[in-house]
């Protein structure tokens, strides 16, 4: 019998393995990997030995992915290693609300923010980074910039954007979100669009 226990921060998990031939193996191993991108991120944790029971504990930060892990149990007896049994777990990717605002004090300015919510339930481990890229929908991303969003005081996330930019122009706006969580997860968590606008500064002739 094999169980994966997923810490409430989503940091580590905890592997345990006992029962039947388990419990006369001179040494168990537990290999882990994440399903994204195959077995790249493959690790082997030596289990320790406490009563019949064998526990290794896997830091989610040697893996760096959300989604399904995979788990094999290997026992090793008399000297040969056998495959005893295989099992799963999940680590939430985190989601957000994005969307693009626009005070009147901005469109005077030139400029518009990206504002990021996170549920307050989400079970993703919390966030550490938040990167917005921009890009208008004119030319493609000839004018796409990577920006590190500030955390508020309402626990929210915000970018701000300025329009002075060599290749960039009023209008339609992508903004895309990556998330690096505290478990150092990195991983996409939403996007949206919206048109932006300038007011036209007023000029009077003395």
Same mark, same amino acid.
Not at 17 to 32: D, I, K, N, R, Y
Not at 37 to 64: E, F, K, L, M
Not at 109 to 131: T, W
């Given at each position: 019998?094999?169980?994966?226990?997923?810490?409430?921060?989503?940091?580590?998990?905890t592997?345990?393995?006992?029962?039947?031939?388990?419990?006369?193996?001179?040494? =168990?191993?537990? #290999?882990? $990997? *994440?399903?994204? @991108?195959? %077995? &790249? /991120?493959?690790r !082997?944790?030596? +289990?320790t030995?406490?009563?019949?029971?064998?526990?290794?504990?896997?830091?989610?930060?040697?893996?760096?992915?959300?989604?399904?892990?995979?788990?094999?149990?290997?026992?090793?007896?008399?000297?040969?290693?056998?495959?005893?049994?295989?099992?799963s777990?999940?680590?939430?990717?985190?989601?957000?609300?994005?969307?693009?605002?626009?005070?009147?004090?901005?469109?005077?300015?030139?400029?518009?923010?990206?504002?990021?919510?996170f549920?307050?339930?989400?079970?993703?481990?919390?966030?550490?980074? =938040?990167?917005? #890229?921009? $890009? *208008?929908?004119? @030319?493609? %991303? &000839? /004018?796409?910039? !990577?920006?590190? +969003?500030?955390?508020?005081?309402?626990?929210?996330?915000?970018?701000?954007?300025?329009?002075?930019?060599?290749?960039?122009?009023?209008?339609?706006?992508?903004?895309?979100?990556?998330?690096?969580?505290?478990?150092?997860?990195?991983?996409?968590?939403?996007?949206?669009?919206?048109?932006?606008?300038?007011?036209?500064?007023?000029?009077?002739?003395?």
């Amino acid at each position: 019998i094999a169980t994966a226990d997923v810490s409430q921060d989503q940091k580590t998990v905890t592997i345990e393995a006992h029962g039947g031939w388990l419990g006369h193996a001179s040494a =168990v191993s537990f #290999p882990t $990997w *994440s399903s994204q @991108n195959g %077995q &790249d /991120d493959i690790r !082997w944790y030596q +289990a320790t030995r406490s009563g019949d029971a064998w526990t290794a504990t896997v830091q989610i930060a040697d893996h760096r992915s959300a989604g399904t892990y995979a788990v094999h149990v290997y026992g090793t007896m008399w000297g040969q290693t056998y495959i005893a049994s295989a099992i799963s777990f999940t680590i939430d990717a985190p989601k957000a609300s994005v969307s693009i605002t626009q005070s009147e004090d901005q469109k005077k300015s030139g400029s518009f923010s990206v504002l990021v919510e996170f549920p307050a339930d989400m079970k993703a481990a919390a966030p550490e980074r =938040v990167q917005v #890229p921009v $890009w *208008s929908t004119v @030319n493609g %991303q &000839d /004018d796409i910039e !990577w920006l590190d +969003a500030r955390k508020l005081t309402s626990g929210a996330w915000q970018a701000d954007v300025t329009l002075i930019h060599p290749r960039r122009d009023v209008g339609e706006y992508q903004a895309h979100v990556y998330v690096t969580c505290v478990n150092r997860v990195f991983s996409f968590a939403g996007s949206c669009s919206a048109k932006v606008e300038t007011t036209p500064v007023e000029i009077k002739a003395e």
